[in-house]
C-alpha cells in the first residue's frame, strides 16, 4: 500500500522507504482527501479534521503549507493532489490506499458469501483483515471528526472479523478463529454477538468449559458495568452449548462432524427451535452447568499451606492490593498470571506475600509458595525440582513422581485442572523457567515478581502485569514512621521529608535507614540525611552489617546482565543527564545506535532504566550512583576515552540540530582533526531531527545534560567546551532560553581563552554578544562584539575569515538598534563584501539577512527586501530553517503599501504558519507585532487588538523561558492599557 491509514498514518515512496510526513497535522492533510479519494475535500473539512471547532486564525495558511509540502512528497507516487475552488482533491488508484483496498475486499467476500462460496470469502475477509496494523488513523490530532472517522473504520473492522469466523464456524473450522476472537473480547468484552460467536467456536473445537466460561465472565460484566442480564444471542449460544454437551461426561470433548457444524448458526442469531424461556431457564442454571463442566480431581487429603512467613507489615500499596484483588478474582478477564514486577528495593516481595495471606481464605484447595532464586549467584532453582515439591505437597508420593520435566508439568497440570489454588511464585529468572510452574484452569490463580520484565508471558500466556514503584511521600514517611515513632518524625519534618527522598522512596531503602536510627536513638535524622546527601556515602549509608544493603541488591541484577549492558551501565556514568538516548549511549559504548538500543532494552528490562519517552531512558540517582563505582574500577585511559567519544558525539548533534536553525553557524574544527569542519554522515545520525520543531524537541530533552557537560569540559577539555558551547547559540535563541545562553557563552569563553585560540575567542565573543542581543543589552552586545572583531582581526586563515563576517555582523545589527544607521550599514556592507571575498557561501547568507534588517531599521524597506530575498535564495528551500523565517519576516516587514490587502495578508499569514509550526515561540511572538503594526498602518485597527493581544501571551510565555523582562511586552501592555499589576502572578 502506498497511503496506509488502519494504522499510523504512513506514506511509502520510490524504493519501499517510508516518506517523513513532519507532524500529525500534515499526516491529517493527507489522510482525509486519501479516505475521499477522487471527491473534492472542502477547506472547512480540513480544519474541522485538525482543529475541531476553533481553528486559528492562520488555520487556511497552514492547510495550505501542508498541501504544498504533500505535494513535493507525493511527487514520486502515483497520487497527486489537485486544488479546486473550495478545497483540495486528491487524485490516485484507490488499491493503493489499504482503507479504500479493505471495504473492496470485504465488498467483494460478501458477494462470494451469498453465492455460497464461502472459502473464498473467508480469504478474501482474511487478506482485508491483514491490512490493519492498530488503531487506524492512530496518530492525528484528537478531533471529533477524527474519532467519528475512527469509529466508522473499526465499526467496518469488526463486522469483517464476525463474518470471517461467523463463515469458519459454517465451514466446521470454527477453532481456527478461536484465538482471534479470544483476543478482541479481552478488548471489547461488553459486546454480545462477539461473545456468543466466541462461545460456538469454542464448542466446535471441543471447549465446552471454556465456552461457558467465557459466558459467565461476560455475565457477570454485563451485571457489574451496566447492571444489566446477557441478551437474547448470548443466551441462545448458552443454551445451545449447554443443550448439546448437557449428557457428556464432564469435561470430555464433543467431536462435531463437518455436516453437523455447516448448519451453526450465524454470529448472533438464535438457533433454530430455541424459545425465549429455553434460553431463561438455561441462564437460571448458570451455576449447575459449570459445576457439570468442571473436570474431577481426586481430593488432596490436606490441602497445602505453603506461603512464606508474613513478615514486616505492609505500609502503603493499597491501589496495588486492590489490582492484586482484580487480577486473581474468579471473574477476571483472562486465565493468565499476575506478575508483579519492579526494580531492587521497591517491595514487590513484600507486597505479594501480605496480599498472599489476606487472600488465602479464597483458595480453599491451598496455596504453594516457590523461592525461584532468579538472581541467586548461585544460579536460579531447577524447574523439575520445583515441580516435585508442589507435586508432593499436592498428595503425589514421592516413589510416583515422574522423572522429567514435561512428565512432572503434565502431572501438576492435572493436580491443578478444577481446583481453587494460590501459587505465589518469588523472585522468577525469566519466562522459561516459569511455564511448566503455573496451574492450570481459571479456578486457580498464580502470582510471580520478578526484578526482569516478563513480558514474554504477557504475549503468551495472558499475563497481567504490574510495574511496581517507588512509594507516595505520604506513604514513605507513614513507614518512616512505623519503623521509628511519630514523635522522631515530627520533631524533624523537613529532615524526614529530605530521609525519603534521598532513599528515592523505595521501601528497602527506607527500612535499612530506620534500622540505623533504630540502632542509634541518639542520631538526629539530620545527621544520617547529611551522610545520605554525599554522594560519596550514600550506597553506604544505606547498608547495615553483614552486607546487606541496597549496592548488594544492585550487584545482583548487575551480575545477571549480559555484557555489552553491564558496560553500559558503569559508562553511563560519565552522562550527566537524568535521561539518555540511544545515540549517546552508542558514543559511550563506541558502537553502533541498534547495539546501544538492545543494550538500554536489557537495562529497562531489569529495572535499572525506565522508560521516559520513545528511545529514551531515565534512571534513578542511587542507580547513577551504583553505576560510578562500577566505573571507578575501569582504567583511567577507558573512561578518559569514553567521555572524549560523549563529547563529540553532542558536538556533532549539537552542530546537526543547530544547523537546522541556523545553517551559517560557526565553523569552528573538530577538536585534533583541524581539515575537517563538518561532521561526517555517522555523526550526523547521532541526532535524530529533521526540522526545526524536532530539532527543539531533541534540544529540550538534552540541554540538562549538555549543560553540565559544558561546564565540567570547561575544567578539563577546554578545547571541547568553547565547541560545544559555541554550537549551543542558535538552539538556545530558538527555544528562548537567552539567560542560559548568555551563561554557557561566557562559560565556553573563558575555555576558549585558556586555549590561547584567537579564532575561537573572536567567536566566543560574538556569540556572548548576540545572546546580549536577544537579552536586549545592547552596549554590552556592543562591546561584545568588538572584541571579537578584534580578536577575529589578530588571526589569519578561512576560519578567522567567518568569525570577522559574523562579528561585523553582529557590531552592525547592534550598531542600529543603538541609532547610528549610517555606521551600521557601513559595518554590515563590510561583512557582506568580505563574506563574498571568502567564497563562503554560508557566511554570505548571514551577512545579507543582517544587511537586509540593518537597511529596514535606516528606513531602506526596498534595500531590506532585495537583501532578504537573495539570502534566501542563497538556501536550499529545505528544510526551513530560523534564516528562511527571519528573512521572509524582513521582507513582510518591508512590503510597500501599494500591496493588496489580500496579497500583503497571505504573506503575512505564510510567516506566521511557518513560525507556529516551528515552534519559535519568540519570532512568533515579533511576527505577531509586526503584523499588528502593518494592520494599523492599513487601517485596520479593529483587528490590531486581536494580534497584539496574540503577541503579549507569546512574549509573556518566551520572558519565563529566558529569564529577563523584555521592553517589548511592556510596550504592548502599554498599547493595550494593561497595568502590570494585573498579570497573573504564576505568568512571572
Known sequence: MRIRLLGPVELQVAAGGLATLAGSQRRAVLALPALRLGQVVSMDQFCELLWGDRPPPSARAAVQGHVAALRK???????????????????GPAEEVDALRFTRLTGLAGERAERGADGEAIALLEEALRLWRGDALADLPDTPLRAATEDHLKQSALAALLRWAGLRLRQGTGAAAVPVLEQRVRRDGLREELVALLMRCLHQAGRPADALNAYHRTRLRLDRELGIRPGAALRAAFAEVLAEDGAEAPGAAVPVSGAASAGAAPAGAAPVGATSAGATSAGDGAAAATTAARPSAEPFRQAPRLLPRQGARL???????????????PDRPSDGPALVVGPAGAGKSALVTAWAHRAAERYPDGQLHADLRGLDPAGPADPVAVLGRFLRALGVPADALPADRAARAALYRERTRGRRLLVLLDDAADADQLTDLLPEGPDCAAVVTARGSLEKLVATDDATLLRLTALPEADALALLEHLLTPGRLQAEPEAAGLLV??????????????????????WALAELVAELADEHTRLAALELDGGTGLRHQLMLTYRQLPSTAADLLALLA????????????????DGDVATAHQALGELAARHLLTGAAPGRYHRTDLVRLFGADLLAERPERDREEALTRLLDHYRAALRHCGGLLDPGQEDAPAPGRPDRAAPTAVEVRTAPATDIRTALDWFHAE?????????????????RAWRLALTTGALYY???????????????????????????????????????VALERRHEAAEAARRAVAAAESADGPAADSARVRALATLGLVTAMLGDTAEARRLAAAAATLAVASGNRKRLVDALVHQGWVCLAAGDPAGAQRLSREARELLPPRPVTQVHLWSLLTEAQAMPSTVRDHTADLAWHRVLAACEEA?????????EQSYAAHLVARG??????????????????????AGYRSELTAGLEASLSLRTADRPTDNW
Do not use: K
Not at 73 to 91: I, K, M, N, Q
Not at 509 to 520: E, F, N, S, T
Not at 703 to 719: K, N
Not at 940 to 961: I, K, T, V
Open 703 to 719: 540541554e540538562p545534560a549538555i549543560r553540565v557537560l559544558i561546564d565540567r569540559a570547561a575544567v578539563s577539555h577546554p578545547d
Open 734 to 772: 530558538g527555544a528562548s532560553r537567552f539567560t542560559d545562553w548568555l551563561a554557557r557563552a561566557e562559560v565556553g569563553l573563558a575555555a576558549a581563552e585558556r586555549c590561547a585560540d584567537p579564532v575561537a575567542t573572536a567567536f566566543l565573543h560574538n556569540c556572548r554578544a548576540q545572546a546580549l
Open 940 to 961: 485596520r485597527a479593529p483587528e490590531m487588538r486581536r494580534r497584539l493581544l496574540s503577541a503579549l501571551e507569546r512574549f509573556r510565555r518566551h520572558e519565563q523561558l
Open 501 to 522: 527522598q534521598l532513599c528515592e522512596h523505595l521501601p528497602y531503602a527506607l527500612r535499612i535507614a530506620a534500622a540505623r536510627l533504630a540502632a542509634h536513638p541518639d
Open 919 to 927: 515552534g519559535l515561540l519568540y519570532l512568533h511572538a515579533v511576527a
Open 574 to 589: 560519565l552522562h550527566p543527564g537524568r535521561e539518555v538516548d540511544g545515540h549517546a549511549a552508542a558514543a559511550l559504548l
Open 73 to 91: 512528497v507525493l511527487a514520486d507516487t502515483p497520487f497527486e493532489l489537485h486544488t479546486r475552488a473550495c478545497g483540495y482533491l486528491l487524485s
Open 315 to 329: 505500609i502503603g500499596r493499597t491501589a496495588e492490593t486492590r489490582w492484586l484483588d482484580r487480577a486473581c478474582a
